[in-house]
C-alpha cells in the first residue's frame, strides 16, 4: 500500500510542477496572449504589442511616478494596484469601457469645479471607483450619487434631500459638495493619499488608525477596514488606467464635450416635457438631471440643460392649448397672491371672471386659464 502511494506521488508531483512553471505566476495571474498590430511607417513595418499582462506590469513605475508627483504622495509598489489594474483593464474590461464612456459626460464639468476650488484635477477621477460615474448608483449603505455621499455628509456640505429631490445625485451640486468636502480633509491630515481614505471611511476612523511614526497611507494600510484598504491601490489603479487607455487596450473617449446650461426652474414642469421643447435626447436630459426622483422638474431648483453646440440656443416652437382650473378664494388671499401661485397676471385673471376692481370675497370660485404643452 505504501508503495502504491509513492508511486502515485511521484507521477502527482513533477506533473503539478510542470504545470506551475508553464504559467506565469507573479501576481498569482497567467499571461495573457498579446495582441498585436503591423504599422506601417515609411515603407517600413513595425509590430506594435497592444496589450499582454507582462506589458501592463514592466511600465507601471512609470506611472506610479507621474501620479504620485501630481497628488503629492509616493506611491509604493504594492501587489494590490496591480491587481487591479488587472481586474479592471483585464477582467472587467466592457465594464471599464463604458465607465469611461460615461465619464466624458461629467469630466469636463467636474475639472472645472476642481479648478476653481484648487484641487489636483486627478482627484476628478474618484468617481470611477466610487459611482462608475453613474449619478443613479445607489450603495447598499445608501450613499448615492456621483461622490456617493451618505445623508448626514450630503446635508452637512449643504445638499438637500426629501421626497421629490436628491441633491447628492445633481452632478453640479454634488462636486461642489466632495470638493470642499475632500479641502476638508485635506486639511485634516495633510496627504492626499490619507484625505482620500477618509473620503472612504471617515475622519474618525483613518485618525484612529494612525499610530506612532505613521505618515502615510502605506504605515496604516492593514489597520484600516478591508474596503479602505483597497481603496486607495484601486483609485491608483484606475488613475493609471484612465490616463492610459490605449496602453491597456482601451478606447480613449475623444468626442466633443457637451455644454451645459444651468437653469433655474420657474415652475414645475416634467422631464419629458422638458426634452420636448429643447429637442434633447430624454435619457441624456436625465443623465444630467437624476436629482429629480419623480421625473418632476421642481420649481427653484436646478436644471441642466445639455447642448452639443453652445450655451446659446432657441427652445422649440411648440404650440399651447388654454385649459381652465378651478380656484376657492381663501382667506387672507389677494389677486396678487393668486397670480404669483399660478404664474397668470392679474389682468388675465380679472378679464376671465369679469372683475372690475381688485375685491374679491372668501369662498369665490374663479377660473383660472393655465396652459398646457400641445404634442400633435
Not at 427652445?315 to 382667506?331: A, E, F, L, T
Amino acid at each position: 500500500m505504501k508503495k502504491g502511494w509513492k508511486l502515485l506521488s511521484l507521477l502527482i508531483v513533477p506533473a503539478f510542477l510542470f504545470s506551475c512553471a508553464s504559467k506565469h505566476t507573479s501576481y498569482g495571474y497567467r499571461v495573457l496572449p498579446p495582441k498585436v498590430k503591423v504599422k506601417k511607417s515609411d515603407g517600413y513595418e513595425e509590430v506594435v504589442v497592444i496589450r499582454g499582462e507582462s506589458d501592463y506590469y514592466e511600465e507601471i513605475p512609470v506611472y506610479y511616478k507621474r501620479s504620485g508627483k501630481k497628488l503629492g504622495i509616493k506611491i509604493r509598489n504594492d501587489r494590490d494596484i496591480k491587481r487591479f489594474i488587472y481586474f479592471y483593464a483585464v477582467r472587467n474590461k466592457k465594464y471599464t469601457q463604458k465607465v469611461l464612456e460615461r465619464a466624458n459626460l461629467y469630466l469636463p464639468m467636474i475639472k472645472a469645479v476642481f479648478k476653481r476650488y484648487n484641487l489636483p484635477l486627478d482627484l476628478a477621477y474618484l468617481p470611477f471607483i466610487e459611482s462608475g460615474f453613474d449619478p443613479y448608483a445607489t450603495s447598499v449603505s445608501g450613499a448615492a450619487g456621483l461622490w456617493q455621499f451618505v445623508r448626514g455628509t450630503g446635508r452637512k456640505f449643504g445638499l438637500k434631500i426629501n421626497r421629490y429631490v436628491d441633491e447628492r445625485r445633481d452632478p453640479y451640486k454634488s462636486t461642489v459638495a466632495a470638493a470642499k468636502y475632500l479641502k476638508h480633509l485635506y486639511k485634516m491630515f495633510g496627504r492626499w493619499d490619507l484625505a482620500i481614505a477618509a473620503y472612504n471611511c471617515g475622519e474618525g476612523c483613518v485618525l484612529n488608525r494612525m499610530h506612532y511614526g505613521a505618515e502615510d497611507f502605506w504605515d496604516i494600510k492593514y489597520r484600516l477596514p478591508n474596503q479602505t484598504r483597497e481603496y486607495v491601490p484601486r483609485f491608483i489603479a484606475s488613475l493609471i488606467i484612465i490616463k492610459n487607455p490605449r496602453r491597456f487596450g482601451l478606447k480613449p473617449i475623444r468626442s466633443k464635450p457637451i455644454r451645459i446650461k444651468k437653469k433655474i426652474a420657474l415652475n414645475n414642469i416634467s422631464l419629458r416635457k422638458v426634452s420636448y421643447i429643447y429637442d434633447i435626447d430624454y435619457n441624456l436630459l436625465k443623465a444630467y438631471n437624476a436629482h429629480f426622483r419623480k421625473g418632476i422638474v421642481l420649481k427653484g431648483y436646478n436644471v441642466y440643460i445639455p447642448t452639443e453646440s453652445s450655451f446659446s440656443y432657441v427652445p422649440r416652437q411648440v404650440s399651447y392649448k388654454r385649459k381652465y382650473i378651478k380656484h376657492r378664494v381663501k382667506k387672507g388671499e389677494t389677486l396678487y397672491r393668486i397670480s404669483k401661485t399660478y404664474g397668470v397676471p392679474i389682468e388675465t385673471i380679472k378679464r376671465v371672471n369679469n372683475i372690475t376692481g381688485n375685491h374679491i370675497k372668501v369662498g369665490q370660485i374663479l377660473k383660472i386659464p393655465v396652459r398646457e404643452f400641445a404634442y400633435e
